[in-house]
């Protein structure tokens, strides 16, 4: 059953139909490329020629990627093709053959510990189905790290914990339950708590609609939005969720062959001749685009691929 999201998208391009959009693309596209490089100031993470290898097998190949200050990334590509192996390396979690990643302007693989702890108190990452620990309650998943990088005594802790799973929406009895007493929905909710613990700049998500109905995908993309707008957040967001994409995302990047084959808001994806790009953005599961006036564009015709 086919669920619409917010009436009030917020996308970059004049949204008529796709046709036109398509009609357009070379244009654009142009435009696109001579575009400038954001300043070094609007860069939280500035990827350039990352290589990662599991054994002799390449999964990324002199990728290079920015994440910019105060935008919804989302980062698209095949299942299997190395999303979340470039967000954990990103993290420090995988290692990396070749290539740079600097995180706040520092390149964090190069870093000593006294900087990566700078860096890692100022980003928070929410894992696929949360990741919370299942032997302690809400409260305490989200006091983790604040125990672990900041001396605060038990009152302030219970505090700021309080105000986080409010500020994600979880009703205050959340906190004394255990992740087996949770829903889907609020098991999201309370790792983005945890991920929002610190006050980070930056957030990392891992698929974090997967698994949700429509409503509560809805919900959780909105809260996104809000929380971006309200604190400031920049979000690096792993998704397959067209959706979320449509709705939430000022840019998308879309990994396939090893690298970032394309970059760039809604309009550019849609403009793409890339054939998975294409085939993404414009196949049968595409939402249909709302123009502003609420009357529906017909999308492009399917080449055939789902």
Known sequence: MAC????????DFDLVTLDTAAANGEAAAKAASSAPEAADEDVLIRARGVNVSFGRKKILENLSLDV??????????????GKSVLLRTILGLNPKQGGTIEVFGIDYHQASEREKLS?????????QQG?????????????????????????LMRELT???????GLAPDAADKYPSELSGGMIKRAGLA??????????????????LDPIGAADFDQLIMTLRDTLGLSVYMVTHDLDSLFQACDRIAVLGDRKVLVE???SQMLQSD?????????????RTIVTDDATPAQPMPSDGAA
């Open 131 to 155: 990741a919370l620990f299942s032997a302690l309650t809400v409260a305490e998943n989200i006091e983790v790290p604040m125990r672990e990088y900041l001396d605060l005594s038990p009152k």
């Open 4 to 11: 619409s999201r917010s009436s009030t998208p917020r996308w």
């Open 264 to 266: 760039g808001p809604l």
């Open 162 to 168: 309080r105000l986080k799973i409010d500020l994600v």
């Open 119 to 127: 860096v890692e108190r100022r980003w928070g990452v929410l894992f």
């Open 68 to 81: 910019r200050r105060g935008e919804i990334l989302g980062f698209v590509g095949p299942s299997g093709a």
């Open 274 to 286: 890339h054939p998975w790009v294409r085939s993404y953005f414009h196949g049968k599961r595409a």
């Open 194 to 211: 945890r991920a929002l613990a610190l006050d980070p700049e930056i957030v990392f998500l891992d698929e974090p609609t997967s698994g």
